[in-house]
């Protein structure tokens, strides 16, 4: 299934001011798969997705995108081959559905040519793929957060590029929306072939999306791979700082992380 | 009805979403523009009716009658119509630039930077006998430095790797006060007569308007206002936030200085020959969302109608109302702008 890499990084180290967030790293991020990056808060794993977005410019090193120098392409260049969908961004009041995932297509548009056939063709076939046609007229503000988040998908799609990066595509969403979203994306992977980078701060979804997981942990990678190789109780130790027990999910045989605490234990004789 | 157009010609080498409502709020919008031109015009001591001020404009009329459109009223109207354009325009890209709807020309200090510049301007050029040593006819140069000056000075305190929207609105505020403060200490210390000329400039008047001033006004804000519409799709991105618009390949921080320079360009204008007319780019780009909704190619076209409504509405009320007393056309703007802006903020409130 993978064809050689989509992203790599190359000795890039990323700062806020003069803290080191990321150090030196290298990294191959995989094509037509879905990679995952994970890590406890602050570890940088949001700002090493920036940076391969090309939202954060690196202390040194770089990021090459299919191959090529992201910093010596066009921005317009990258636009076309990859998108970013930030964490949890804000439409301007009275802004349609319709008109936002327009704003997809700005990469491919002139101020004479802004709605090509071809415009109008990507612009629907990503309301369908997510499920937006019906509202496509109602206003982003108007919906809920769910719909919300699938508008914004729609923009990315719209940009019709091989590669979609997204910052916790399910950050404040109720879990049937979680999944519904991850379904999503899950099936773009599936059925077209789009690598899909994210941030994810559920293990277990992350466990059951991803082809590739990253862990995050000290301005590095700690590990990397199929979560099913990487995930086990040392990892989450060692990258969360938390114990746990690591079983595997009855309903996929993906690792399924059970934290240790406190709490209520109802089992009879075994509490903790 | 389908509520979108598709606009394409010359083999898709120009192709536009139109939106059918959008388009139907600009026909009445500009017939709205022609009615309230007219009527103006035929407004005043003489009244004139609206079928021999279109007999003026097309060579009739009498005498008379020719002589008080072409030489008093029309001047004054036309220069009305294009500050009302400049305001709303600007103050639309401002408010999307900035992502605030409460972001205005007055907010961030570049109407100010022409209040002091025009305050200093008379303090600086006047006699011990109050006589300007020079023509007042380089007052509005004046205005329209301090106007640039100040748009200059906050970008460049807003720079930091580029400028944010929230430093550019913070750092205005702070530049606007100052202005505030520096004029009304010029104002203190100069002479009365000076400080209620200055005065009826900051409230904002087209009193006075000649051809002259038509013939800079009229090419200069036109022109800007392509300018504009050309980047308006700058500002839709823009309005997304700077990781969106970065994402989907826009050069967010040079489209920014030109949206700047474009909206002060147009700004400059205003005040140059009108004054501090307040509120208008405030009001007019969010009565123009409130009809066509918040993509600019609809917004900006709207709001430079709504705006040039306004502001030859407020004259017309402000030099018949009270008649022969000539109220400043500013006053009405804010007498109609204050509780609008009240009444934005009580709506918005529990949202």
């Known amino acids: 299934m993978t064809a050689g890499q989509a992203i790599a990084t190359k000795d890039l180290t990323l700062s806020y001011g003069d803290t080191i967030i990321i150090n030196e790293l290298n990294l191959e991020i995989p094509k037509g798969e879905i990679t995952v990056f994970i890590g406890g808060n602050g570890c940088g794993k949001s700002t090493l997705l920036r940076s391969i977005a090309r939202l954060l410019k690196p202390k040194s090193g770089g990021v090459l995108l299919e191959g090529e120098a992201i ?23 009275g802004l349609t559905v319709l008109q936002l995932v327009k704003q997809g297509r700005y990469p491919y548009q002139t101020w004479l040519k802004q709605w090509s056939t071809e415009d109008e063709l990507k612009v629907r076939n990503a309301l369908k793929a997510t499920g937006m046609e019906g509202l496509k007229d109602r206003t982003v503000d108007s919906l809920s957060g769910g719909q919300r988040q699938r508008a914004w998908i729609a923009m990315t799609l719209a940009q019709d590029t091989d590669t979609i990066l997204l910052d916790e595509p399910t950050t404040y969403l109720d879990m049937t929306h979680q999944i519904e979203i991850l379904d999503l994306l899950f099936e773009l992977n599936e059925k077209e072939q789009r690598t899909i980078v994210m941030v994810l701060h559920d293990l277990n979804l992350a466990c059951r999306y991803a082809h590739n997981i990253v862990a995050i942990k000290d301005q590095k990678v700690f590990a990397q791979g199929k979560p099913e190789h990487v995930i086990n109780c040392g990892l989450v130790k060692n990258v969360f700082g938390m114990d746990c027990e690591v079983t595997i999910d009855p309903l996929f045989g993906t690792p399924l992380c059970i934290p240790y605490g406190k709490g209520r234990c109802i089992l009879k004789g075994q509490g903790l | 009805m389908k509520k979108y157009y598709n606009m394409r010609l010359f083999g898709e080498k120009v192709s536009f979403l139109i939106d059918r409502r959008a388009l139907m709020v600009f026909l009445i919008l500009t017939a709205s523009v022609a009615g309230v031109f007219i009527i103006s015009t035929g407004t005043g001591e003489m009244k004139i009716s609206p079928l021999k001020v279109l007999q003026v404009f097309f060579g009739g009329g009498s005498d008379m009658e020719r002589l008080v459109i072409q030489s008093f009223r029309l001047p004054r109207i036309i220069v009305a119509l294009m500050v009302g354009i400049a305001l709303a325009v600007a103050g639309g890209i401002l408010q999307g630039m900035i992502r605030n709807p409460l972001a205005s020309p007055d907010i961030i200090g570049i109407t100010g930077g022409a209040s002091v510049a025009v305050v200093g301007f008379l303090a600086l050029f006047s006699d011990e006998n109050n006589a300007l040593t020079v023509s007042i006819n380089w007052m509005p140069l004046a205005a329209f430095a301090g106007a640039a000056i100040v748009a200059f000075l906050v970008y460049f305190l807003a720079y930091k790797d580029g400028v944010s929207p929230i430093r550019l609105v913070l750092i205005g505020i702070g530049i606007a006060s100052l202005m505030k403060a520096l004029t009304t200490l010029m104002m203190v210390f100069g002479p009365i007569y000076q400080a209620s000329q200055a005065n ?40 997304l936030g700077d990781d969106i618009a970065t994402g989907v390949g826009s050069t967010v921080q040079k489209y920014r200085f030109l949206l700047l320079m474009v909206s002060t360009a147009l700004i400059g204008g205003a005040v140059a020959f ?3 007319i307040g509120f ?29 409504i306004l502001v030859m509405a407020a004259d017309l009320i402000g030099r018949t109302l009270f008649s022969p007393l000539e109220i400043p056309a500013g006053v009405f703007t804010a007498s109609i702008g204050a509780p609008y802006f009240i009444y934005l903020l009580f709506r918005t409130r529990n949202t």
Not at chain 2, 218 to 239: D, G, K, M, S, Y
């Open chain 2, 274 to 276: 009108a004054g501090g």
């Open chain 2, 200 to 239: 009826i400039w900051i409230t904002g008047t087209v009193y006075g308007s000649n051809w002259g001033n038509v013939a800079i006004l009229v090419p200069w804000t036109l022109i800007l206002l392509i300018v504009a519409f050309i980047l308006a799709r700058n500002v839709n991105i823009q309005e």
């Open chain 1, 71 to 93: 910093a010596r392409l066009s921005t317009k260049d990258v636009a076309r081959k990859m998108a970013i969908l930030p964490q949890s961004p804000a439409a301007p009041e």
């Open chain 2, 280 to 308: 208008v780019g405030l009001m007019a780009p969010h009565m123009a969302r409130r009809l066509v909704g918040s993509a600019f190619g609809a917004l900006l076209p709207a709001s430079a109608l709504i705006g040039g």
